[in-house]
C-alpha cells in the first residue's frame, strides 16, 4: 500500500496538473471567444471603437477657441464665478479650499515675481485647454471623453467610471474628480441651471465652453433658417469679464476678432512644446 508521504504527492500533482488543466481550457475559450467576436463583428459589418489621433490639417466648420487677454486682466475672479453659476458647480467649504479640493472649473492660477519687498504677483485665468490633441481622451477606458468634430473636449458623465485616467493625463491639471455628493445649501438649489446637469460622485468633471449654450443657438438658428453669426454663442466666462479680457469665436473664420488675435505677435500657449495644440491663447502683457 502506498505510504502516506506518496498519497500526498499524488495529491500535490493531480492538484497541480487539475490548476494547469483550467488555466490552459480559460486561456482556450478567451481565444475562442475573440475570434467569434472578430468574425461577427466582420460579417456583420461593425467596427470595434477605438480613439483615434484627430487630425489638426482636418478643419471643420467651425473651431471654437478663446483668447484671454493678460493686459487687459484684473484678477477680479468674475470668470470663475460665472462659470460656477453657469454651469451648477458646487460650493465647497473653507476645509476643502484648505486642502485645495475646491472644483472650480476656471481658477486664477498665480505667478510670484521678484524678490521682498519688490514682489509681483500675476494670475493667469485657467480653463479646460480644448486641445487639438487632448492627452486625456487617449487613456480613457471607456470613452467617456473625447474630441467633438468643432474641437471641444467633452465629458460624458453617465458613462465616466471614475478611474481618473484623465485626471492624472491632462498635463494643465484642468481636469477634478468629485468626491462628494453635489451639496448645495437652500436657496442656491432655486437658482440652478436646467441647461446643465449636476454631476454625481464619482465622476470627473470640467470647463465644457458652456456647450449647452451653443446647442441653444444651434436650435435657435435652425428655427430662423439661418447661419451661427458671430456673437451669438459666448461662454459664461467671456459675457461675464468687466474688463472684456476674454474673446471666443471661431479660429476657422479668418475675419473673426478671436482668429485675428491668435495670430498677433503677442499670443502664445501653454506647454506648447507638449504638441497638444490648445485653444486657450493667451496675450503676454504689455
Known sequence: MPSDTQRVNDAERDGLVRRVFLRLLTALGGVLALFMLRHR????????????????????????????DLDKCTGCNACVVACAVENNVMLGDPKLAEEGRVIRWVHLLPFIEGEYPHVRERLLPLHCQHCDRPPCIYVCPVNATYKNPEGLVAQIYPRCIGCRYCVNNC?????????????FPQPLRQGFN??????????????????????????????????LKPG????????????????????????????????????????????????VIYLTEG
Not at 456583420?44 to 477657441?65: A, N
Not at 498635463?171 to 451639496?183: I, R, S, V
Not at 468633471?205 to 447661419?227: D, G, I, N, T, Y
Open 41 to 68: 463583428t466582420t460579417a456583420q459589418g461593425l467596427h470595434v471603437h477605438r480613439p483615434k489621433l484627430p487630425s489638426v490639417d482636418k478643419k471643420p466648420t467651425h473651431l471654437w477657441g478663446m483668447v484671454i
Open 171 to 183: 498635463p494643465y491639471t484642468c481636469k477634478f474628480f468629485n468626491w462628494w455628493e453635489p451639496d
Open 194 to 227: 436646467p441647461d446643465v446637469s449636476v454631476r454625481p460622485k464619482g465622476v470627473t468633471e470640467k470647463c465644457s465652453f458652456c456647450h449647452h449654450r451653443l446647442q441653444k443657438v444651434k436650435e435657435q438658428a435652425k428655427a430662423e433658417e439661418r447661419e
Open 232 to 279: 451669438d454663442y459666448m461662454p459664461a466666462c467671456a459675457e461675464a469679464c468687466p474688463a472684456k479680457a476674454i474673446y471666443f469665436g471661431d479660429l476657422n473664420d479668418p475675419e473673426s476678432e478671436v482668429s485675428r488675435l491668435a495670430r498677433s505677435r503677442r499670443a502664445f500657449r501653454l506647454l506648447e512644446d507638449l504638441g497638444t495644440h490648445p485653444k
